[in-house]
């Protein structure tokens, strides 16, 4: 019988998923954002919700939650994104420890400056 030292238990599957799911909601949500707030709604395709009914929408708790969720995910797919570019691309896979912390260190922050935004609002 052939026993192995135990594997060591890494975060790394769970910052994949925060990696994919990051992708799907910037890949579904953002786009539709940037279009109707950044294009349709300055043209005038369509008539702009006013501002108080934006802060109505905005102060629903499940919005807040929705766009906390998609702030979350889009800051961690980011932080995985760009360590991989600066680990493999730039050849700096020897500070993998460094670049992780302030990849996902900067997510982390983004993160709480997102939440404090959205309970303040």
Not at 9 to 18: A, D, G, I, V
Not at 28 to 36: A, Y
Not at 46 to 53: L, S
């Given at each position: 019988m052939n026993r192995s030292a135990p594997q060591r238990?890494?975060?790394?599957?769970?910052?994949?998923?925060?990696f994919s799911a990051g992708g799907m909601a910037a890949a579904?949500?953002?786009?539709?954002?940037?279009?109707?707030f950044g294009v349709v709604f300055p043209l005038g395709?369509?008539?702009?919700?006013?501002?108080?009914?934006?802060l109505a929408l905005v102060r629903n708790p499940l919005t807040k939650l929705v766009l906390f969720g998609v702030c979350v995910l889009a800051l961690f797919h980011f932080a995985h994104r760009f360590r991989f570019t600066v680990e493999h691309g730039l050849k700096l896979g020897?500070?993998?420890?460094?670049?992780?912390?302030?990849?996902?260190?900067?997510?982390?922050?983004?993160?709480?400056?997102?939440?404090?935004v959205l309970l303040t609002a």
């Open positions: 238990k890494t975060p790394e599957p769970f910052l994949w998923l925060l579904l949500i953002l786009p539709v954002l940037l279009l109707l395709l369509v008539d702009a919700p006013d501002h108080a009914h934006l020897r500070f993998d420890g460094v670049i992780a912390l302030c990849c996902y260190g900067a997510a982390v922050l983004g993160s709480v400056a997102a939440g404090w």
